[in-house]
Antibody, heavy 119, light 106 residues
Framework: EVQLVESGGGLVQPGRSLKLSCAAS????????MAWVRQTPTKGLEWVAS????????YYRDSVKGRFTISRDNAKNTQYLQMDSLRSEDTATYYC????????????WGPGTMVTVSS | DIQMTQSPSVLSASVGDRVTLNCKAS??????LNWYQQKLGEAPKLLIY???NLQTGIPSRFSGSGSGTDYTLTISSLQPEDVATYFC????????FGAGTKLELK
């Protein structure tokens, strides 16, 4: 059974950093791209970042470029999202998602972790 | 970015009804359109990919159609467990989601 479990969310002050992790199981992690998607009541669902199977290619939405870094460790079946210079508008539930290699969509999602950026 | 517009935003229907949800893209997305179901407090779940392909394990009462800029999700006979918010999603270019249709029981 495919499982994705996020961790690392919490309350953080504006300008500070936070690192999310996503532990994967139930599939061959290195065969899939991975992604982070966030959700807020006002903006809805937003794709945040994606990473290729080997980690050599990364992609970001414009609003997080230069502040967020997606990475993965295939030996640990884990992906990460390093979030720096956090802003109030980054407050959201962050989902880890498995991304198909051939298509840019997400077929399994974790339960999500909440990130609140507030002073 | 490609904008995805869903209608209606809220839909009330009765058990057994045939339900149709709509999604319109701001430009041609070449059938790279998915539908996700999100129940309260849960993560989104993939129902349909590439317009009309049913994800493994999804009941056959769900179906999708469309082309160009206009797409539809149909539930042939609404069940109580289908109460959820449904999102369309395009992956023809940088991925974007619609705002969702909240499906309620009448």
């Amino acid at each position: 059974e495919v499982q994705l479990v996020e961790s690392g969310g919490g309350l953080v002050q504006p300008g500070r950093s936070l690192k999310l992790s996503c532990a994967a199981s139930g599939f061959t992690f290195s065969n899939y791209g991975m992604a982070w998607v966030r959700q807020t009541p006002t903006k809805g669902l937003e794709w945040v970042a994606s990473i290729s199977t080997g980690g050599g290619n990364t992609y970001y939405r414009d609003s997080v470029k230069g502040r967020f870094t997606i990475s993965r460790d295939n030996a640990k079946n884990t992906q990460y999202l390093q979030m720096d210079s956090l802003r109030s508008e980054d407050t959201a539930t962050y989902y880890c998602a498995r991304q198909l290699k051939a298509y840019w969509y997400f077929d399994f999602w974790g339960p999500g972790t909440m990130v609140t950026v507030s002073s | 970015d490609i904008q995805m517009t869903q209608s209606p935003s809220v839909l009330s229907a009765s058990v057994g009804d045939r339900v149709t949800l709509n999604c319109k893209a701001s430009q041609n997305i070449n059938k790279y359109l998915n539908w996700y179901q999100q129940k309260l407090g849960e993560a989104p779940k993939l129902l349909i990919y590439n317009t009309n392909n049913l994800q493994t394990g999804i009941p056959s009462r769900f179906s999708g159609s469309g082309s160009g800029t206009d797409y539809t999700l149909t539930i042939s006979s609404l069940q109580p467990e289908d109460v959820a918010t449904y999102f369309c999603f395009q992956h023809n270019s940088w991925p974007t989601f619609g705002a969702g249709t909240k499906l309620e029981l009448k």
